[in-house]
């Protein structure tokens, strides 16, 4: 995963004329119509707000999981693909040594990256 984030970013400075939007779901949770708004807005498209706003609503995450279920991989009968859709609850699945772990790789792998400050532990560590 980090070595992908790395090569995208490379990429990215290596091609500054290629436009390219990052969107992140912590983000689209907080505002999802603003998000709808800045992804038309980045490739062009006219719209009103009353349609960003179905288009927020249509992909929420519920909206998503109940729209695709029929279509989704799934485990013991169970949508293998859309869990929780909530921010951090990754955590959950971690125990402190996992954690400890894994922010030792991040802080050694993503150093220097534009990324780094997204996920790192002090960020992370201070969200409700």
């Known amino acids: 995963m980090f070595e992908h984030l790395r090569d995208a970013e ?3 400075e ?4 290629i436009e390219v939007h990052f969107q992140v779901y912590d983000e689209t949770l907080k505002d999802p119509v603003a ?3 800045a992804l038309s807005d980045f490739i062009g498209l006219e719209r009103d707000d009353e ?5 927020a609503e249509k992909c929420t995450f519920a909206r998503l999981k109940a729209d695709k279920d029929k279509y989704c991989m799934k485990v013991d009968g169970k949508n293998f ?6 921010v951090g609850d990754w955590r959950n699945r971690f125990t402190d ?5 894994y922010y030792s790789v991040y802080e050694e792998k993503m150093a220097g990256s534009k990324f780094y ?3 790192a532990r002090t960020k992370v560590d201070n969200k409700p």
């Open 10 to 12: 490379k990429f990215f």
């Open 14 to 17: 290596e091609n500054p004329d």
């Open 35 to 37: 998000e709808v708004r």
């Open 51 to 55: 349609l960003c706003r179905a288009i």
């Open 81 to 86: 693909l859309y869990r929780k859709g909530v």
């Open 97 to 101: 040594e996992m954690l400890e772990e």
């Open 117 to 119: 400050e997204r996920y």
